[in-house]
């Protein structure tokens, strides 16, 4: 057990109380909240790239989409190869479109919010199908989303 300031009256408070006995401010919710946030920032400071791939998530590694209509179209994320970049942070593996690994390793994109990152596990993931074929060009300003 600590003694921590509350964030709200600033006096003394232990780290195992749910609220502030003086001002009633939600300490647990509050210390919960920033240390999620400061496991974040050291997950995307600890982010690289490997020298491998893993298998595309949105195709599931086979080089197109089946669309709800029934039509299909190359996968633009794996640029129809079944296979993006495998990325590493302390609190996972990555999938990442080639044209986004960059931005991803500098912090710009999450998985929460991308359409091109995806949070894979905690270990590294076996390929479970051979790759689609070979990569073609894509343009970021090609990609639908």
Do not use: N
Not at 17 to 44: N, S
Not at 78 to 96: I, K, P, Q
Not at 123 to 136: I, S, T, V
């Amino acid at each position: 057990m600590a003694l921590i300031e509350c964030p709200d009256c600033e006096r003394k408070v232990s780290d195992r109380a749910a609220t502030c006995p003086d001002c009633a401010c939600p300490v647990a919710e509050v210390v919960a909240e920033q240390r999620a946030a400061q496991a974040r920032l050291e997950a995307v400071k600890s982010r690289e790239v490997t020298d491998e791939e893993t298998d595309c998530p949105p195709c599931d590694a086979r080089g197109f989409i089946e669309h709800d209509s029934g039509a299909t179209s190359w996968c633009a994320v794996c640029e129809h190869s079944g296979r993006v970049t495998l990325c590493v942070a302390s609190d996972g593996y990555y999938a990442v479109a080639r044209y986004a690994t960059e931005r991803f390793v500098e912090g710009e994109l999450h998985a929460e919010s991308s359409g091109v990152v995806f949070h894979v596990g905690t270990r590294k993931p076996p390929f479970k199908y051979k790759a689609a074929g070979e990569r073609h060009a894509v343009e970021p300003e090609d990609i639908p989303w």
